[in-house]
Nanobody, 123 residues
């Protein structure tokens, strides 16, 4: 059973930065395509970024390009999301997710999910 645990969320002012982490256990990070999603109150869970199993390919939703960076350390079995220049619209619960093969841009593409970490951006 693959378990994902997010950490690193918090309350920050607009323009600030955070680094979210997703620790993986029960499986090797290098075997999975990994994604970040976010869900604001009353809204659907939305795709943010994805990174390939080898780490060489990543895709971002347009609204975060240039501000968010997805990365992974397979040796540490941990994925990261570096977030800069935070905006109030980035306020959401951020989830990491894993799927064994192939790129996934939809929540339903993923088999494993963490419990989420709250990011709140004040203006």
């Amino acid at each position: 059973q693959v378990l994902l645990v997010e950490s690193g969320g918090g309350l920050v002012q607009a323009g600030g930065s955070l680094r979210l982490s997703c620790a993986v256990s029960g499986g090797a990070l290098g075997d999975y395509t990994m994604g970040w999603f976010r869900q604001a109150p009353g809204k659907e869970r939305m795709f943010v970024a994805v990174i390939s199993s080898a780490g060489g390919d990543s895709v971002y939703v347009d609204s975060v390009k240039g501000r968010f960076t997805i990365s992974k350390d397979n040796a540490k079995n941990t994925m990261y999301l570096q977030i800069t220049n935070l905006r109030p619209a980035d306020t959401a619960v951020y989830y990491c997710a894993a799927r064994p093969v192939g790129r996934g841009l939809r929540a339903l593409d993923y088999d494993y999910w963490g419990q989420g970490t709250q990011v709140t951006v004040s203006s």
